[in-house]
């Protein structure tokens, strides 16, 4: 009876350790390298073997300052996943370089997944588009957000696109009752120009003329001066038919232009 009492005490000892070894080892990283001689972390999920994702290094290049914004969001992407392994990895940041404005420099375009029309669409069958939320700029050879606050974060985008005329076009609202924001760039940073709403059928609109700019008294700076600059334009009521003869006049021949994205893990490869 001892016997089977020393045995039986022997082997829930080894299946403790045995269990405390897979603790320890739950999150196990190795190092490879891929077949274009790219250092890879290969990180898995022991506790769940269909677990396991691979990341790559981002370099950065002072002659490349956009490399260190890059390497910054991926890492955030790497440090989240780190914590939640059991949720595999699966970076959906995305960009594209392309000089909105025309002035030679480029602008780096970092995008993420959104539902069109906003999260309330989820219930019924809904569209996800990669859309612009981020845009950096180059000034002394180093990368600079060009903020624009609130836009970024309405729920309710249609589209928010860049024309080839230097406009960026930012649709909300409903299909049935869309309203249109256009945002330029104007000497290294972001503006309100243009704002046609649409609120239940009725119709509003606003300008800002940039040679106001420089008169405008305000204790803000920055882009914060803009858009307080902007929403104190007066705006104006008009008619169905001026909201869309506008619409076609800002816009006029200019067309959307084509964002390649690609992930941000596929950046200086």
Do not use: H
Not at 229 to 244: G, P, S
């Amino acid at each position: 009876m001892k016997r089977t009492i020393i045995i039986f005490i022997c082997l829930v000892m080894v299946f403790l350790c045995s269990c405390g070894n897979n603790a320890k080892n739950e999150l196990a990283t190795t190092l490879s390298t891929d077949n274009n001689g790219v250092q890879q972390s290969i990180v898995s999920d022991k506790t769940q073997s269909t677990k396991e994702y691979v990341t790559v290094e981002i370099k950065t290049n002072p002659d490349d300052p956009y490399s260190y914004i890059i390497k910054e969001k991926y890492n955030q992407t790497i440090d989240y996943y780190s914590k939640f392994p059991e949720d595999g990895f699966k970076s959906e940041d995305y960009y594209y370089i392309y000089d909105i404005d025309g002035n030679g420099i480029e602008e780096l375009l970092i995008g993420e997944p959104y539902v069109i029309g906003g999260v309330q669409n989820v219930e019924r069958p809904y569209e996800i588009e990669v859309l612009i939320t981020e845009i950096y700029t180059l000034k002394d050879n180093k990368a600079v957000k060009l903020d624009i606050m609130s836009w970024w974060r309405d729920e309710s985008i249609l589209e928010r696109s860049i024309l080839d005329n230097g406009l960026i076009k930012y649709v909300s609202g409903s299909q049935d009752l869309p309203s249109y924001l256009y945002v330029k760039i104007f000497d290294g940073k972001l503006m309100f120009l243009y704002n046609l709403k649409n609120q239940s059928d009725d119709y509003y609109y606003r300008y800002l003329d940039p040679e106001t700019i420089s008169e405008f008294k305000s204790d803000k700076t920055g882009f914060n001066r803009e858009y307080e600059l902007f929403f104190k334009v007066e705006e104006k009521e008009i008619t169905a038919e001026e909201f869309d003869r506008l619409r076609a006049e800002i816009e006029g021949d200019a067309k959307p232009v084509e964002i390649k994205w690609k992930n941000i893990d596929e950046y200086g490869r």
